[in-house]
């Protein structure tokens, strides 16, 4: 079995970066010079085919964009030319780069005009799965995106195969009345109008016709091959700007590993909860002697589906579920921050944070403040910051800081390090803490992106060492 992955290990590198694997052969693969040695990405509109019917949208060739895949402590080199019609950036969701080179168009960098380019140059140390987009407006809501993963120098798993997933709610050309990410934020539009119930967990508002896994709606879905007995690594990653999902396979468990890159102490569960911008790492043991295993997504607290399959080496595809099975696993045991260990916890030094800022999230404010009319959350280097953040509002927020990892305060004293954390509507409350090592200005900000586009962001700014 080492042996296997040994190999695809090897392919992969050879090969320098991979398109999501796992899908039946139809996606054109990835071309081009290894990531290592400068990969381009070119910005440009694109037509994706969601179960033959082609659809006008913007993207980085193929959607999602060509798997990035390098190994830590390589420089990620990667030149982005645009040839949308308007100006675009590339930001390098979970890692932590120079200032520089965080893709955040008048805040890091200028902003990517039309017929130009940048190139983003920066080691990666730290290994992981994360998630590339770019960030301006709401270019993420359309194909802009792709996974981009760090392999340790060493892997400290044993798994036979893997294949990555990223989620999505989709709309893009198939909005037949309405302008891109310019409808319904006041829910007057297409089912937005109802309130949630108050039991209902919801990440957002608007209307999505469909959820796509790795860019494939349900009726045409990826299918990811095991044989009896594999061990298969999960990189799953959520990237829709509206949608939280409920994630499980049916007949299977999952182990989870990592949360949001970082490692963590094994916990199996039943079913996986993603806020935008969140990813988790999970083995599945295909312990089934055969068969086709709908691997289930679901909107949290509204309508709306999607899937892969898992189909087990020789097994008919005449036998896979029918699409809108669900697997009953997610109403299983969903894995929670509280019970999730870091394997590599942060150097907080002894004693009490440096810094605290006290963040209540109403409607889409963040302490009370909207951004461009915020002040800026100055932190000082070297220290030690803790963010509490209490919502108050009826909707999730999944809140992203850029330029750092955290840790989530929980009960162990060793909550996993993320680069995002969901904070649950009425009265839910997070805590976490990191380490001012990464100087600039930086966003925090929600993860809903029509909820960041109604300023729900703030600024972390470095002030100069006193
Ligand atoms: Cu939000």
New binding site residues.
């Given amino acids: 079995m080492p042996a296997t992955r040994r190999q695809f290990l090897g392919l992969t590198a050879a090969a320098g970066l991979s398109l999501v694997t796992g899908c039946s052969g139809r996606r054109p693969s990835a071309t081009g010079p290894s990531s290592a040695g400068g990969l381009r990405l070119t910005a440009a509109p694109v037509r994706v085919d969601l179960a033959g019917r082609a659809v006008p949208t913007w993207g980085y060739g193929t959607v999602p964009g060509p798997e990035i895949r390098l190994r830590a402590g390589e420089t990620l080199r990667v030149r982005l030319h645009n040839e949308l019609p308007e100006d675009t950036t590339v930001h390098w969701h979970g890692l932590a780069p120079p200032n520089g080179m965080d893709g955040v168009p008048g805040i890091t960098q200028d902003p990517v005009t039309p017929g130009t380019g940048f190139t983003y140059e920066f080691r990666t140390p730290i290994a992981g799965s994360f998630m590339y987009h770019a960030h301006v407006g709401m270019q993420l809501d359309r194909g802009l995106y792709g996974p981009l993963v760090v392999e340790p120098r060493r892997e400290e798993l044993s798994y036979d195969r893997e294949y990555t997933l990223m989620l999505d709610d989709w709309r893009d050309g198939l909005d037949d009345h309405a302008g891109h990410g310019a409808r319904d934020d006041a829910g007057h539009g297409t089912a937005a109008a109802d309130p949630d119930p108050v039991d209902a967990v919801s ?2 508002g608007r209307s999505y016709p469909l959820l796509l896994v790795n860019g494939r709606p349900p009726e045409d879905p990826p299918v990811l091959e095991a044989r009896p007995g594999d061990r298969v690594r999960l990189r799953v990653m959520n990237i829709a700007a509206d949608t939280g999902f409920r994630f499980a396979v049916a007949g299977h468990r999952l182990t989870v590993t990592h949360a949001d890159g970082m490692p963590v102490e094994p916990v199996v569960v039943d079913a996986l909860r993603l806020g935008m911008g969140e990813r988790y790492d999970v083995l599945v043991d295909a312990g089934q002697p055969g068969g086709v295993w709908q691997v289930g997504v679901q909107s949290e607290g509204r309508g709306g589906w999607g899937r892969a399959l898992l189909r087990y080496a020789g097994s008919q595809a005449s036998g896979a579920p029918a699409v809108a099975e669900r697997p009953a696993e997610l109403d299983g045991r969903l894995v929670s921050y509280e019970e999730l260990v870091a394997q590599e916890p942060l150097s907080l030094p002894a004693g009490e944070p440096d810094r605290r800022y006290d963040l209540t ?1 109403s409607g ?1 404010q963040i302490g009370g403040q909207s951004y461009p009319d915020a002040d800026p959350l100055v932190v000082t280097e070297g220290q030690w910051v803790r963010f509490t953040m209490r919502n108050t ?1 009826a ?5 992203h800081l850029h330029g750092h990892h955290f840790q989530v305060l929980t009960a162990s004293g060793r909550g996993p390090v993320k680069d995002t954390v969901a904070v649950p509507a009425r009265g839910g409350e997070v805590t976490f803490d990191f380490l001012a090592t990464n100087p600039g200005r930086w966003l925090f900000h ?3 992106h ?3 586009e109604d300023g ?1 962001l703030r600024l972390v700014e470095y002030e100069p060492r006193p």
């Fill in positions: 990440f957002g999230l889409t509002s909707k999730w927020h999944p809140m929600c993860h809903n029509h909820h960041m729900m």
